[in-house]
């Protein structure tokens, strides 16, 4: 079935850098652009970066612009994103989504994976 | 950016109806979807395109959109449908998808 994992998460100081790794299966992993959500503890969803099927193509958040860098190895069906000068406020679970194929839903999840930004 | 608001809360007796808005700025012309996020889990898609259902999704999901409003109606609630629930556009402007505040979902 189709299934997405992340990992990569954990403890980091603030300022200091994490890489998320998401991996996918159970689908044509190169046919379907791929989306990162953050949710920070109890609020809610908020998108973070998107990147096209083929990896030419990337949007971020206004929030992670400069800082977080999406990419993915369609070889290794596995989605990205390397996030720099980590603050605070980057504190939140990272979900990773595919866009529905020619459509603009995301279906379905990953389970996530926790930063924590704390000194 | 597009702005989606929704209800922090709604709640409802079990067997009863449960309406959930979600206003934004003649988002009648928009497709919208929705998910629910129960406590420590991820989202899932339960209406898409404003009114389709995925595959396993329960006939009691429905959706409309009109206007300045859409809504999740979830008939003959259930204990298990007590959720957050977020609504989503696609941004044309900025491209890139949009979620609402969500909405908690009490089954009393």
């Known amino acids: 079935q189709v299934q997405m994992v992340e990992s990569g998460g954990g403890l980091v100081k603030p300022g200091g850098s994490l890489r998320l790794s998401c991996a996918a299966s159970?689908?044509?992993?190169?046919?379907?652009?791929m989306s990162w959500i953050r949710q920070a503890p109890g609020k809610g969803l908020e998108w973070v970066s998107y990147?096209?099927?083929?990896?030419?193509?990337?949007y971020y958040a206004d929030s992670v612009k400069g800082r977080f860098t999406i990419s993915r190895d369609n070889a290794k069906n596995s989605l990205y994103l390397q996030m720099n000068s980590l603050r605070a406020e980057d504190t939140a679970v990272y979900y990773c989504?595919?866009?529905?194929?020619?459509?603009?839903?995301?279906?379905?999840w990953g389970q996530g994976t926790l930063v924590t930004v704390s000194s | 950016s597009y702005v989606l608001t929704q209800p922090p809360s709604v709640s409802v007796a079990p067997g009863q109806t449960a309406r959930m808005t979600c206003g934004g700025n003649?988002?009648?012309?928009?497709?919208v979807h929705w998910y629910q996020q129960k406590p420590g889990q991820a989202p899932v898609l339960v209406v898409y395109?404003?009114?389709d259902r995925p595959s396993g999704i329960p006939e009691r999901f429905s959706g409309s959109n009109s206007g300045n409003t859409a809504t999740l109606t979830i008939s003959r609630v259930e204990a298990g449908d007590e959720a957050d629930y977020y609504c989503?556009?696609?941004?044309?402007?900025?491209?890139?998808?949009?979620f609402g505040g969500g909405t908690k979902l009490t089954v009393l």
């Open positions: 990147i096209s099927s083929s990896g030419t193509t990337m």
């Open positions: 159970g689908f044509t992993f190169s046919d379907y652009y």
């Open positions: 003649n988002i009648g012309s928009q497709s």
């Open positions: 989504a595919r866009r529905g194929f020619g459509a603009n839903w995301l279906d379905p």
């Open positions: 395109n404003d009114s």
């Open positions: 989503q556009v696609w941004d044309s402007s900025s491209d890139h998808p949009v």
